[in-house]
């Protein structure tokens, strides 16, 4: 994990997925198993994009891209990636995050889709409009 200070900047953060303010402030930190992702997909432009489904990994308690087919503890969904986080240059570094487990979300907006089994396991903490 890198704790060094940095100061980097990328693109606005899109956070239009969220359905209000309600959870902003009750996020949870995590972190993030960076060799989990799929950098084409979740972050192409040097940073991990805010609104990514999240599955905590049994056995490290890191976080990483939720996928119904893992069988590592991802299958299920606990949350999403609140605010962008820039990611490292090589996948064996993991990051820092806020980790947005109870409010509104716009659907449509996420950048990664979720299917019913995820929506299935948050029901009662994230309402999807």
Known sequence: MNLSQ?????????????GSEHGTQATESCTLDTSTFTPATHYPAG??????????????????????????????LVGFLFAAVGAPTVNTVDVAGAL???GK?????????????????VAGSIRFV
């Open 6 to 18: 940095t100061t980097r900047t990328f693109g606005m953060d899109d956070q239009s997925w969220l």
């Open 105 to 121: 979300i716009r659907e449509s907006r996420l950048p990664v889709p979720v299917d019913a089994a995820g929506k299935a396991d």
């Open 47 to 76: 940073y991990f994009k805010s609104g990514i489904p999240l599955g905590q990994i049994t056995a490290s308690k890191k976080f990483g891209p939720y996928d119904n087919a893992a069988v590592d503890g991802r299958e299920k």
């Open 100 to 102: 947005f487990v109870h």
